[in-house]
């Protein structure tokens, strides 16, 4: 459906984006996540044609549309506030880009009060300043403003991060609903790894305009490929060597003792797991506990490294900070890293780059 | 904090008592009694309801061709100042256009010349013995000397005066539009033309009616251009309340005129701010994008935009040029306009700066435009500080009693001065004010009231409040805090303010004309003087030189005040970056910083 390949995109004497190759499958919802300023945004531009690469092609079902204008693409952008027109009607921000190709008039308003419906906005909206809608019908909007058009493909650039925390979450699962119902093939741009996860069905970790991996959200948190991936989703405790050996010495996992390793929070346990592979318990003293209602963060320091684990507060006695205790490790959840280029070590699990 | 709102709370405070006497005495001597005499002057000469002021100026012929006259400047002026504005603005700021910083500095340099200097300059060039005309007549013996006259004239002379309300007000509100409205636009297929008449244009809206009013007032009140270039056969209001006020038996035609204008004024700036009020035309989002240069993609148009831009360019730093470079020039150059190097020197310098009767004007004018921004801004440094701490409807009353300057003309003002002190008065402590050197102080603390004001609150309403809070837990009294927390902080601001101030009455020319002693001239009116041509050459070269000194000193001025924040935002950004917040300027609150001069006083004559 979309294919970016050795895309360079260069500002001045900055090289933003230096060797980018992606494929977007059609129906999918493809994320691009990454901290600020990683290249995720210039990614998108590049794909909307708002930037102009220095060398590389974007294809859009197999055809080259690097050199077209951004209104040729055949792409629609839902932009990070939106980018409503503030001089106009809700209907007039749907109606713009049918009246630009000069649609009939009638014609024009069919389709508006048609995508209107589809995305629920109804005809006293359709009449209303778009200053007097919610952020959620804001949204609406600017989604109708870009589907009007039939696009082959939605882009959309962090369309959330500008709301609170409550309405953020209500219009994740709007926006997910609405993909669905259209099937559209859609890139979204995030750094909220929360909403990476739960929203896509892909989800390229970007990293100084590198892609760092490509995966579903749970082969991604499972299997980060590489140790920027590890670090940036999901919350994990470094492990030392010392812990590593005890590990290998209770178990047969032959762990590397010289790889960054790494324990995803909610994998370690101050009980024997019931599920899963054989655990091994090591030596452990609690250093501190925090209450959070639902859970307790603990931090357990085992042969060096402090362990970080959460343990559901469901009424059982629970060891307060000072106490000796064992803390539970299942050796295949440990998560290792070349020392040097930060590659996963777990090549037969970490999944190659398409 | 709400117990300090209040009136009683207010009124146990001898600070605020003091002040507030202070300023009841000077809001009802200066700026309500004249006004409401200069009415009973007019309608009630002899204690009882009187229309023969309005018949009598009825039946002026003359009087009522000026009022006519401008009218027509008026609407003509709001249609060419926003033709030349917005285009200006579009190339300095919208579109990509080589040289646009060039051409910028170009159109800016009304910034550092207007009023009667800006008139007198272009009379000086394109007038009948202008240095133009005169190698233009060699060229074309048989054209008229005097074309550059009549309405024409004014009308051209004010239309690249008043740009500046564009430069600064359009120019801003271009600033602030969200660049994702733009891309999404082009992402639905809009073309340049179409997203710069669907999309900008219509969010400049608001901008754009208030800079049209502006431009309607400037031209209703327009004093000096009409004065210096307007002939004969085009004269307007404020001149003719200016020859009416000069004979005793015609000063009640000469209030009634004022009284006119000061009603089309208050007219037009409450429709003003109806239209502000009406719609959203703002961006409905939180985060925005800066606004990039626009490519104009038609070669024709490219072409066509740019050959006009740089046509304005050459019309708009002509004038300036010339002025420089003729004012090292001598008398027969002047006249004849040939220019040799030869011709240079620097004795109009020396002439100007050492003898009596050049420098005396140049004096006067710096005293006098110290003196009042000096006390505009410390007086009201009081009066701000509190009117932002108590907000009740006593404060409100003495803030909207302070604007009176700001929906007045100054003509009306000027008149009403004249009128309600040219006999023993008891609100000045029986003085006579009229004929004296104080009368235009006065003038010119006043017309400098609303401005500052609205200046000084501002920025004592970005002070952390929170730091006077913890100074007054730690035990600070009022003035205490005053003193040393919030002056200092207030004090760079009040610093640039005070700048500006007197900048701006430095070539005042508006309030002079009606109220300075005849001995003590301020340097606007020596320069009207000298285009009537009574000093000849000299007063011509003079003339240059004041107008050299008045740019280098408003440049500097300008410098210091806006320049350096503007500086530091140059710093290329690059398209991914999180989209950055405005650096503010470090002296003005960011908000109000451009709001210059000129919406302060919105019916000034040529600016």
């Known amino acids: 459906m979309i294919r970016l390949e050795n895309i360079e995109v260069t500002f001045g004497g900055f090289t933003a984006i230096p060797n980018l190759d992606l494929d977007v499958r059609p129906g999918e919802f493809f994320t691009l996540l990454g901290p600020s300023g990683c290249g995720k945004t210039t990614a998108l531009r590049t794909l909307a044609g708002f930037i102009q690469p220095a060398r590389g092609t974007v294809r859009v079902d197999g055809k080259d549309v690097t050199r077209l204008p951004s209104d040729k693409r055949q792409v629609g952008m839902v932009f990070q506030n939106y980018a409503l027109f503030p001089s106009m009607s809700v209907w007039e921000n749907i109606a713009f880009g049918l009246r630009v190709r000069k649609e009939k008039s009638e014609d024009s308003d069919r389709l508006v009060r048609d995508i209107a419906r589809r995305v629920e906005l109804s005809d006293e909206q359709l009449a209303k300043n778009v200053a007097e809608l919610s952020g959620g019908q804001q949204q609406r909007v600017a989604v109708a403003r870009a589907l009007v058009l039939r696009p082959k493909i939605l882009l959309l650039d962090e369309p959330l991060s500008n709301l609170d925390a409550k309405l953020r979450h209500q219009l994740r699962q709007q926006l997910k609903d609405l993909q669905s119902e259209f099937g559209i093939t859609t890139v979204y741009v995030t750094h909220d790894q929360d909403e990476a996860l739960a929203m896509s069905d892909r989800v390229a970790v970007f990293n100084k305009g590198v892609v760092e991996q490509v995966g579903t959200p749970q082969d991604i948190y499972d299997h980060a490929a590489t140790e920027f991936v590890c670090n940036f989703i999901g919350d994990s405790s470094a492990l030392t060597p010392e812990f590593v050996a005890e590990v290998n010495r209770l178990s047969t996992a032959g762990l590397s003792t010289e790889a960054k390793s790494y324990l995803r929070v909610e994998k370690a346990s101050l009980d024997q797991p019931a599920a899963g592979g054989p655990a091994v318990g090591l030596a452990a003293t609690v250093v501190s506990r925090t209450y959070h209602g639902l859970h307790s963060r603990y931090v357990v320091r085992s042969h060096g490294a402090d362990i970080r684990l959460l343990v559901r507060e469901d009424g059982a006695a629970h060891p307060p900070a000072g106490t000796a205790t064992t803390v539970y490790v299942q050796p295949e959840h440990i998560l290792q890293y070349h020392p040097d280029t930060g590659a996963s070590l777990a090549q037969d699990r970490a999944v190659a780059l398409p | ?607």
């Open chain 2, 1 to 607: 904090m709400s117990g300090s709102s209040t009136v009683r709370s207010m009124a146990r405070s001898p600070f605020v008592l003091v002040v507030g006497v202070i300023l009841t005495w000077f809001i009802a001597a200066f700026l309500v009694w004249p006004n409401v005499n200069i009415l009973m002057a007019t309608f009630f000469p002899d204690g009882s309801f009187s229309g023969r002021a309005a018949e009598k100026l009825f039946s002026s012929q003359r009087a009522m061709k000026a009022l006519g006259n401008s009218f027509l400047l008026a609407v003509a002026l709001s249609v060419t100042v926003n033709l030349v504005g917005v285009f200006i603005v579009l190339v300095t700021h919208y579109f990509r256009i080589r040289g646009s910083r060039i051409l910028f500095l170009g159109y800016a340099s009304t910034f550092i010349y207007g009023g009667i200097v800006l008139a007198a300059g272009y009379k000086f060039i394109y007038g009948d013995k202008g240095i133009v005309t005169s190698l233009l007549v060699r060229v074309f013996p048989g054209m008229d000397p005097g074309w550059f006259s009549g309405f024409f004239a004014v009308l051209v002379v004010m239309t690249f005066a008043t740009t500046t309300n564009h430069m600064l007000f359009v120019a801003n509100a271009l600033k602030g539009i969200d660049y994702q409205t733009i891309e999404a636009a082009r992402n639905l297929g809009a073309s340049t033309w179409t997203i710069l008449r669907r999309i900008v244009l219509p969010m400049l809206k608001p901008t754009l009616f208030a800079v049209t009013i502006l431009s309607f007032l400037t031209g209703l009140g327009a004093l000096s251009a009409p004065q210096v270039l307007g002939g004969r056969e085009f004269q307007t209001i404020t001149p003719m309340i200016l020859t009416f006020t000069n004979s005793p038996t015609s000063r009640d035609l000469a209030a009634l005129l004022a009284v006119i204008l000061g009603l089309a004024t208050m007219l037009m700036l409450a429709v003003m701010s109806r239209l502000e009020k009406g719609g959203t035309y703002f961006s409905v989002s939180k985060v925005s994008s800066e606004l990039q240069k626009q490519e104009i993609s038609n070669p024709v148009a490219n072409v066509a935009v740019h050959a006009v831009a740089y046509l304005l360019f050459a019309i708009y730093t002509l004038p300036v040029v010339l002025i420089v470079l003729y004012s090292f020039a001598d008398g027969a150059a002047i006249q004849t306009g040939q220019l040799s190097l030869a011709n240079l020197t620097l004795d109009n310098y020396i002439r100007v700066l050492t003898q009596q009767s050049g420098l005396r004007p140049f004096i006067v004018s710096v005293v006098y435009s110290a003196l009042a921004a000096v006390i505009a801004v410390g007086g009201l440094l009081f009066v701000a500080r509190l009117l932002q701490k108590y907000r009740n409807w006593v404060a409100s009353t003495f803030e909207y009693l302070l604007h009176i300057p700001w929906i007045l003309p100054s003509a009306l003002l000027a008149l009403g001065l004249i009128v309600s002190y040219d006999h023993p008065n008891p609100l000045v402590g029986g003085a006579v004010l009229t004929g004296t050197t104080v009368i235009l102080l006065i003038a010119f603390v006043t017309v400098k009231i609303p401005f500052t004001l609205r200046m000084l609150k501002a920025s004592f309403a970005a002070v952390n409040s929170s730091l006077e809070e913890a100074a007054a837990i730690m035990g600070a009294k009022t003035l205490y805090v005053f003193r040393r927390i919030l002056l200092p902080l207030v004090l760079p601001a009040a610093a640039a303010i005070t700048a500006l101030n007197f900048n701006s009455l430095l070539d005042d020319y508006d309030t002079a004309i009606f109220l300075a002693h005849p001995l003590v001239q301020p340097l606007g009116l020596v320069i009207k003087a000298n285009t009537d041509g009574a000093e000849g050459t000299e007063g011509i070269a003079n003339t240059f030189v004041y107008t050299v000194l008045l740019m280098v000193i408003t440049g500097v001025t300008m410098y210091l005040v806006y320049g350096r924040s503007g500086r530091r935002k140059g710093t290329k950004r690059l398209p991914d970056a999180a989209p950055g917040q405005p650096v503010p300027g470090p002296d003005l609150p960011p908000a109000q910083a451009p709001a210059e001069d000129d919406a302060a006083r919105p019916a000034a004559a040529v600016r």
